[in-house]
């Protein structure tokens, strides 16, 4: 196995701190590290204080082979990333000429005067390379000390991702031999995290040493994230498909997509491969589950329309379900979701209805249906059936798993 590349990340603000600004910096330069064969070793946010600066870059340079810094280069006092650097290397700030020809240039570019506080922008420490800033006027640094890379660069996100496609990467690129690093995420829904792990206990064990396994879960869905690192790409990627196929042997029901596969989207494609249209009647979804399902460019092709039943008498008015079903079972039933099912498919003239009937939450619960109670149902022209579902008492959460659960069963169905 080859020897992995290590990077640390650190981005420099108090504002970041305080939470006055989302830290997108860092999230970004690990998707594009990740490409070129970079692994990331840590993250760390530390604001406008000096000597924290220094302790972090003294904790990095030991543990990592690049340091990429975000942040602190601004023309004004708060920025101290200059300073800071140039103390850690134990240089002094000098006038650099080609930054100080990119400064001009740009302000000339926009009309202006160069100001003695943007040409202070242009003293970099000595020791360092520097690095054009085509988008602003900060220019960035590349520092080498004991084999180590470090480089700093403006923290505005479209100045900082200009300059890494640019100059860092390709850089980054020339001076490393990287390992080639690829990932295959396996989508699964239906599943809790500790029956998953269970199911496929054996099959993780016996995992090659190039090929790590991360469990990311989601709100109700699962992604196995397998990662194989090596020399060879080719090699690499039959490796992981080889296992995504044993995978599907051992679970093959609760494998909904692969990589950026998106459940409403798969469920979708089925629809169209089948030429099937669907609509939805929905009570404790609200109009949720419509949502979802027309978020897929091109879901007007199989999806028709929603009725919102929030009120039992539209779901007797509008769905045709039997007042007796209500006063005998109740509006959270199974007889009642199946009526909704059959009623809104018969109503829009589909092939497939499905509904929603639920006590969301966080009130509105009883010792015999409590907050989380919630049935599902499915009809077409050969079955209709309806599905129970125990969830929990955050109304939002239980919307949406609702939702996630009734794409499940159409898809079961669908494949089955």
Not at 47 to 67: C, F, M, T, V
Not at 296 to 301: A, F, R
Not at 319 to 340: C, D, F, H, P, R
Request: hydrophobic residues 40%; proline residues 3%; charged residues 25%.
């Amino acid at each position: 196995m080859m020897e992995k590349i290590l990077a640390d990340i650190i981005t420099i603000g108090d504002e970041i701190l305080y939470g006055q600004i989302i830290d997108t910096n860092s999230q970004w330069i690990s998707t594009e590290l990740d490409k070129i064969g970079v692994s990331v070793f840590r993250k760390t946010a530390v604001g406008d204080n000096k000597e924290e600066i220094l302790k972090i870059l003294k904790e990095s340079e030991q543990r990592s082979d690049i340091i990429l810094i975000t942040g602190g280069l601004g023309p004004t006092s708060d920025d101290i990333t200059k300073p800071a650097l140039a103390e850690y290397f134990n240089s002094k700030l000098v006038l650099n000429q080609e930054a100080l020809e990119d400064v001009t240039k740009f302000f000339k570019s926009k009309g202006k005067d160069l100001s003695e506080l943007n040409r202070q922008q242009a003293f970099l420490p000595d020791v360092c390379r520097f690095i054009s800033n085509k988008s602003g006027t900060a220019p960035g640094m590349w520092f080498e000390k004991n084999g180590k890379i470090l480089i700093s660069m403006p923290g505005v996100p479209f100045e900082m991702k200009a300059m890494m496609q640019q100059e860092v990467l390709p850089k980054i690129t020339q001076k490393f031999t990287m390992p080639v690093i690829l990932h295959k995420m396996v989508k699964i829904v239906g599943i809790g995290e500790s029956y998953l792990s269970e199911k496929i206990a054996d099959w993780e064990h016996n995992l090659t040493s190039d090929i790590k396994l991360a469990y990311l879960p989601h709100l109700g869905e699962i992604t196995l994230r397998l990662t194989a690192t090596g020399a060879d790409k080719e090699e690499l990627r039959l490796q992981l498909d080889k296992e995504v196929m044993k995978l599907r042997g051992i679970i093959p029901n609760y494998i909904f997509g692969i990589d950026d596969d998106v459940l409403a989207k798969v469920v979708g494609a089925m629809l169209l491969k089948n030429k099937l249209s669907i609509s939805s009647a929905e009570s404790c979804t609200g109009g949720y589950l419509a949502y979802m399902l027309t978020t897929i460019p091109g879901s007007s092709e199989y999806y028709w329309g929603s009725v919102v039943a929030y009120q039992n008498v539209v779901k007797t008015n509008i769905l045709g379900v039997e007042e007796q079903t209500i006063n005998e079972y109740g509006a959270v039933s199974e007889q009642t979701v199946k009526e909704m099912a059959e009623g809104v498919r018969k109503k829009f003239g589909t092939d497939i209805g499905i509904s929603s009937s639920g006590i969301a939450g966080p009130t509105g619960g009883t010792e015999e249906k409590p907050v989380g109670t919630v049935w599902i149902g499915y009809s077409d022209k050969n079955q209709t059936f309806g599905k129970k579902l125990m969830l929990g008492n955050d109304r939002d959460i239980n919307v949406k798993l609702t939702c996630i659960a009734i794409f499940n069963m159409i898809r079961q169905t669908l494949g089955s």
